[in-house]
C-alpha cells in the first residue's frame, strides 16, 4: 500500500522564502503544492523535492493578483481533502511616496497580501477545523511594527495580516481547536526582495541580514511550540520589543530618520 503523506500548499514558492519554506516541508514528510508565476522555477524545484526527499511536488502556475488564477487556487485548497499545512508566501513591494506612485502596483499589492491571504485561508480552514488538524503560516513582516513613509501600502497591508491572523488565532483558541496559525516577522533576509525593488544591501549592515534557512527553520519551530508571532533572530527580537514600547512620536521619528527599508523578504514570487 502506497505511503500517505500530509499535502502542504505554498505560495509564492519560485524562490525565496517560499522555496525553502517548501524545502523544509518536504523535509519533514509533507507533499507539496508549489504555487508562483514562474513555470520554470516551480519545475525545477519540484525536481528537486522529489529527487532528494522522495514526496511528490504538483506545481500550480498562477499570479493570484488575478481574479482567475486566484479562484483556480481557492477552489483546488477548498477541494483538497489531504491539505494540512498552507503558507501564505507570495508578496512584493514597492518603494515609492504613495502620492506619486502609480495606482496600480499599490492595489496589486492589497490584492496579494490581503485578498489572497484572506481568500486561501478561508478556503483552507473551514476543512482544517472540521478535521480538527492543520497549520497555516501568513509571512508578514517586521516592518509592520515601524510604518515609516516610502512604503505605505506594504507596511499597512503586512499590519492587516498580523491582525487577520491574530484574530483567528483567538477564533481557534475560543473553539478549543487544534489547527495552528502563525504570523512571520522576518527583519532582513537575503532573498530577491531587495534586488528586486533596487534596494542596495550594503546599506544595511552585515549583522542585520539572515538566511532563508534560518527564517523557515525558526518558523517552523514556533509553529510546533504554537507561538502566534515569530521574530526570527534575536536583534529582531529586541526590536520588535522596542518597537511595541516605543511612543509613536519617538517611532515616527526614528523610523523616517533612517534610510534603511524595514520592508521584511517578501519577494515579487506570486
Known amino acids: 500500500m502506497a505511503e500517505v503523506r500530509p499535502k502542504a500548499l505554498v505560495t509564492g514558492a519560485s524562490a525565496g522564502l517560499g522555496a525553502e519554506f517548501a524545502r523544509q516541508l518536504a523535509a519533514r514528510g ?14 525545477a524545484l519540484a525536481v528537486e523535492l522529489q529527487r532528494q526527499h522522495k514526496v511528490q511536488a504538483d506545481t500550480l502556475v498562477a499570479d493570484l493578483i488575478q481574479e482567475d488564477a486566484l479562484k483556480v487556487v481557492e477552489d483546488y485548497i477548498a477541494r483538497a481533502a489531504d491539505l494540512e499545512f498552507l503558507v501564505n508566501n507570495a508578496g512584493f513591494g514597492v518603494a515609492a511616496p504613495f502620492c506619486r506612485s502609480d495606482l ?17 485561508t478561508h478556503a483552507a480552514l473551514r476543512a482544517m477545523v472540521a478535521r480538527k488538524k492543520g497549520a497555516i503560516i501568513n509571512v508578514s513582516s517586521l516592518a509592520a511594527f515601524a510604518p515609516r513613509s516610502g512604503n505605505t501600502s506594504y507596511y499597512a497591508s503586512k499590519a492587516w495580516m498580523n491582525c487577520f491572523t491574530e484574530g483567528i488565532y483567538l477564533e481557534l483558541k475560543s473553539a478549543r481547536s487544534p489547527v495552528r496559525v502563525q504570523a512571520l516577522c522576518p527583519g532582513f533576509t537575503y532573498t530577491e526582495f ?7 544591501r ?3 549592515p552585515k549583522s542585520l541580514w539572515m538566511s532563508a534557512e534560518d527564517v523557515v527553520a525558526a518558523s517552523l519551530k514556533g509553529l510546533d511550540q504554537g507561538k502566534l508571532f515569530v521574530v526570527p533572530g534575536w536583534q529582531y527580537k529586541l526590536l520588535w520589543v522596542l518597537l511595541r514600547i516605543l ?7 526614528a523610523t523616517n530618520q533612517s534610510r534603511m527599508s524595514w520592508a521584511g523578504p517578501q519577494r515579487p514570487t506570486r
Open 247 to 253: 511612543p509613536r512620536p519617538v517611532l515616527h521619528f
Open 104 to 120: 496600480g502596483p499599490q492595489e496589486a499589492m492589497h490584492r496579494l497580501h490581503v485578498m489572497a491571504t484572506l481568500r486561501l
Open 194 to 200: 531587495h534586488d528586486v525593488m533596487g534596494v542596495d
Open 202 to 204: 550594503k546599506v544595511v
Open 30 to 43: 509533507f507533499d507539496l503544492v508549489l504555487v508562483a508565476r514562474r513555470r520554470e522555477r516551480l519545475e
